[in-house]
């Protein structure tokens, strides 16, 4: 297997994203020094959300982040609030990249933005690479390891990372169902799905606070986490913090377990899986639960309203993306299929409202 292979490429830039060069050189010059003298720029295309490039100069490389063209969530791009969390954690979590400046000056790119170094590895996203060629039981090991770093962050000490005070923990399961609905209300479109009884269940079904606040990250799944290339089942980066917080950890989990599926779910839903949860070898949503709670200390209890919650949440995101496509706001073609995802989620919450979905 080829190291050079299997690590994550930036590539072109989309149309309708490209920086100035220029005024981003003349930027960078009093923080990077000579080093901004060569300075390329090129995209990472997997993202849905945040926009990040590489910038390279003379065998160096940075990751800027900046806000999608168009977005009018401004919420979920806040990038002083992803560039003061990384700040916090990076004496805590070594998973995180390391923030190397904040700009808030809108007269550069028009927007706040910021760089990180890079962390070069694997990102596995739809489908395993051909080259990496991994037995079941490493399959098992490397998901389990993906969820243990989850556990980590749950486990960060608010204190010690200076973030005690960030968010508002209070409160935070019954914020976030009012907050999605009405983003989802927010963000419909003529050809949307009807939401209505996932909805109506989420709120007449909500359950008391674990009594555990954690930094959470929000948006926990396979491609925003980088894997060692020497050993493809460790995980040494962990990316895209824009909508972390400080909450329900079990919040958290049931996010991520949004974007998972198995073997024994509806074809209509592995189908539209982002990663590859449903290969040989890979745990249950159950062995994960399971194992969550003897890496925290938690009980998951409820589990149905955090898998439904989480769902509805991708459904809601979906929706936002493919109402920016929908209006004309963005060119990506990428987001033309998101209103279908919208409704293939809605469809997996009212089989678990129903009881049919084996959590």
């Known amino acids: 297997m080829s190291v050079q292979d299997l690590v994550d490429r930036a590539g072109s830039i989309r149309e309708g994203e490209e920086l100035d060069l220029d005024v981003l050189k003349q930027y960078l010059g009093p923080i990077l020094g000579d080093k901004v003298g060569n300075l390329s720029v090129r995209q990472f295309l997997g993202g849905h959300s945040n926009l990040t490039y590489l910038l390279s100069s003379g065998g160096e490389d940075w990751v800027l982040r900046r806000p999608p063209?168009?977005?009018?969530?401004?919420?979920?791009?806040?990038?002083?609030r992803e560039y003061k969390i990384l700040s916090a954690l990076q004496n805590v979590y070594s998973y995180g990249p390391v923030p190397i400046h904040f700009c808030e000056d809108h007269s550069v790119l028009g927007c706040d933005f910021y760089l990180m170094n890079y962390i070069e590895g694997l990102v596995?996203?739809?489908?395993?690479?051909?080259?990496?060629?991994?037995?079941?039981?490493?399959?098992?090991?490397?998901?389990?390891?993906?969820?243990?770093?989850?556990?980590?962050?749950?486990?960060v000490d608010l204190v010690e990372a200076g973030l005690d005070t960030f968010g508002r923990p209070e409160g935070y399961v019954k914020r976030q169902v009012d907050g999605w609905c009405k983003r989802w209300a927010d963000a419909v479109t003529p050809d949307t799905v009807n939401c209505d009884i996932t909805i109506k269940w989420l709120n007449d079904n909500m359950p008391d606070e674990s009594g555990k606040a954690s930094v959470i990250h929000n948006d926990y799944k396979m491609d925003n986490t980088i894997f060692s290339i020497d050993n493809p089942l460790q995980v040494i980066g962990v990316l895209d913090w824009e909508m972390s917080t400080v909450g329900d950890p079990l919040m958290d989990l049931g996010c991520t377990l949004g974007y998972w599926t198995q073997t024994s779910d509806p074809d209509f839903f592995r189908e539209s899986r982002t990663m590859p949860s449903d290969v040989e070898g890979s745990p249950t949503r159950a062995e994960i639960v399971s194992r969550f709670q003897q890496q925290t200390g938690l009980s998951v209890d409820h589990f149905p309203f955090y898998f439904c919650f989480g769902l509805f949440r991708l459904a809601v995101i979906g929706q936002q993306i493919y109402y920016r496509y929908y209006y004309g706001m963005t060119k990506d073609e990428r987001f033309a299929g998101y209103v279908k995802k919208a409704h293939v989620l809605q469809q997996m919450c009212e089989l678990i409202i129903s009881g049919k979905i084996e959590s």
């Open 69 to 80: 063209f168009g977005s009018t969530v401004k919420s979920a791009h806040d990038m002083s």
């Open 124 to 155: 596995i996203r739809r489908e395993y690479p051909a080259k990496l060629d991994l037995r079941p039981a490493e399959v098992r090991q490397q998901f389990f390891n993906f969820f243990d770093v989850l556990s980590e962050l749950h486990s």
